[in-house]
């Protein structure tokens, strides 16, 4: 099982950003992606990264505003959110999986969290 550590939440104002970290244990995993849960709301997908090609994808909701980019070499993987606003408020999670898929069911290994907290 890969071992995913999450960095970076915190609070911040509307409009400010973040960048959250996840480092793995092992870049074994065919893709590698971010997801959220709010209180009260299923787990969604934000981002997601083929770790070899590089191929993403995106949930509506944040397309233009988030970035989900890997570092092959150091096996951390990146989600930069700008334009942030209290819709984003959420505990943020890391996964890895044998699938590329913003479906939280397809990933096996999954960090603790880290929250996000924007306040208006």
């Known amino acids: 099982q890969v071992q995913l550590v999450e960095s970076g939440g915190g609070s911040v104002q509307s409009g400010e950003s973040l960048r959250l970290s996840c480092a793995a244990s092992?870049?074994?995993?065919?893709?590698m992606g971010w997801f959220r849960q709010a209180p009260g709301k299923e787990r969604e997908g934000v981002a997601s990264?083929?770790?070899?090609?590089?191929?993403?994808l995106y949930a509506d909701s944040v397309k233009d505003r988030f970035y989900i980019t890997r570092d092959n070499a150091l096996k951390i993987v990146y989600l930069q959110m700008n334009n942030l606003t209290p819709e984003d408020t959420a505990m943020y999670y890391c996964?890895?999986?044998?699938?590329?898929?913003?479906?939280?069911?397809?990933?096996?290994?999954w960090g603790q969290g880290t929250q996000v907290t924007v306040s208006s």
């Open positions: 996964a890895a999986g044998p699938v590329h898929s913003l479906e939280p069911n397809a990933y096996a290994s």
């Open positions: 092992r870049f074994t995993s065919a893709a």
């Open positions: 990264v083929m770790v070899i090609t590089g191929k993403r």
